[in-house]
C-alpha cells in the first residue's frame, strides 16, 4: 500500500509554467505512475504516465508542453507543465498502481488554474 501526497499546484498566468510533485510513502520502483485531472463537469483523464522502465505516454493534449518523470530513489513523481493554456485547468490526481497485485492508489488533487 502506498499513499500519495501531490503539491505544487496554483494559480498561473497563461503561457505560464508549473511543476506538480507526487510524494510517496514508501518504494515505487514495482508501481507504474501517472497524473490524471479533472475539469468541472467532465471526467478525470489520463494526463500523462510513466511506467518502472520509463517509459512515458502522454495525452494529445499535452504532448510537447508536459514531461512527467520519476525519481525512484526519492520516492517521488513530478510533471512540469510549460505553455499552459486556460484548459489544462483541473484537480491533478497523482495515480500509482501496484503491478503485481494491479492496484490503484490516488492522492486527494491539487487544484492547477490558468488564468489572466
Known amino acids: 500500500q502506498v499513499q500519495l501526497v501531490e503539491s505544487g499546484g496554483g494559480l498561473v498566468q497563461p503561457g505560464g509554467s508549473l511543476r506538480l510533485s507526487c510524494a510517496a510513502s514508501g518504494s515505487i520502483g514495482i508501481y507504474a505512475m501517472g497524473w490524471y485531472r479533472q475539469a468541472p463537469g467532465k471526467r478525470r483523464e489520463l494526463v500523462a504516465s510513466v511506467d518502472s522502465a520509463d517509459n512515458t505516454n502522454y495525452a494529445d493534449s499535452v504532448k510537447g508542453r508536459f514531461t512527467i518523470s520519476r525519481d525512484n530513489a526519492k520516492k517521488m513523481v513530478y510533471l512540469r507543465m510549460n505553455s499552459l493554456k486556460s484548459e489544462d485547468t483541473a484537480v491533478y490526481y497523482c495515480?500509482?498502481?501496484?503491478?503485481?497485485?494491479?492496484?490503484?492508489?490516488w492522492g486527494q488533487g491539487t487544484q492547477v488554474t490558468v488564468s489572466s
Open positions: 495515480h500509482a498502481k501496484n503491478l503485481i497485485t494491479r492496484y490503484d492508489y
